[in-house]
């Protein structure tokens, strides 16, 4: 089955300051790979995805890029605020199977400090 | 629009009581997911369906059942519960397999097995 590794598990960035979270992937026939961020005692929301056709995605300060050749995906964040303190699971769902399966990542605890 | 609503949020069992945790979606989504969340271990699947009536094994299965008799419901049951299922629960739905818009989760119930 797919296996998605996620680093690093913590991260703490000063306010401002960019921050990178990576996830590789194992199943190269994975084309789909949602984030997902959670705030402390909420629950996970979906951020940003991307798809095997694309190769990087922007929403406002977030983006993320896709490597497929490499299987491997990065979260991005710009311009860091505190309220961009949360936990960040990357996850990726293969083709095969004729039902939806993802994986997620263990996720990244990140810390941003004023 | 309530979304995802999971019940209850909060439980504390003791070792071999039994309990069943209520999640309810009024988007219409055919698939909907149990998952548990540990430190360091990220989502884990349980259980999950793909429709009214249909249920199937995730990457957890053992120590669960579930049943999914009404569209909009998915139950989770803990017939003995153990020290090892102590968790936060989450439930998930999504319009289709592919989930092209992603996950819609609940709010998670926190399970303390005494």
């Known amino acids: 089955g797919e296996n998605v590794e996620q680093h690093p598990s913590t991260l703490s960035v000063q306010e401002g300051d960019s921050a990178v979270i990576k996830c590789t992937y194992s199943?190269?026939?994975?084309?789909?790979f949602p984030w997902y961020k959670q705030e402390l005692g909420k629950r996970p929301q979906l951020i940003i995805d991307?798809?095997?056709?694309?190769g990087e995605k922007k929403d406002q300060r977030i983006a993320v890029t896709l490597n497929k050749t490499a299987k491997h995906f990065s979260l991005h964040i710009t311009e860091t605020q505190p309220e961009d303190s949360a936990v960040y699971f990357c996850?990726?769902?293969?083709?095969?199977?004729?039902?939806?399966?993802?994986?997620f990542g263990i996720g990244t605890k990140l810390q941003v400090i004023p | 629009n309530a979304g995802v609503t999971q019940t209850p949020k909060f439980r504390v069992l003791k070792t071999g009581q039994s309990m069943t945790l209520l999640c309810a979606q009024d988007?219409?989504?055919?698939?909907m997911y149990w998952y548990r969340q540990d430190p360091g271990m990220g989502l884990r699947l349980i259980h999950y369906?793909?429709?009214?009536?249909?249920?199937a094994k995730g990457e957890v299965p053992d120590g669960y059942n579930v049943s999914r008799l009404k569209k909009q419901n998915f139950l989770l049951g803990l017939e003995s519960a153990a020290p090892s299922q102590t968790s936060v629960y989450f439930c998930?739905?999504?319009?289709?397999?592919?989930?092209?818009?992603?996950?819609?989760f609940g709010s998670g119930t926190r399970l303390t097995v005494v």
């Open positions: 369906s793909v429709g009214e009536g249909t249920t």
């Open positions: 998930a739905s999504s319009h289709n397999e592919r989930a092209s818009y992603g996950y819609t």
């Open positions: 199943d190269s026939a994975s084309n789909y």
């Open positions: 991307i798809r095997s056709n694309v």
């Open positions: 988007m219409n989504h055919e698939y």
């Open positions: 996850a990726a769902r293969p083709l095969s199977g004729g039902y939806q399966k993802v994986t």
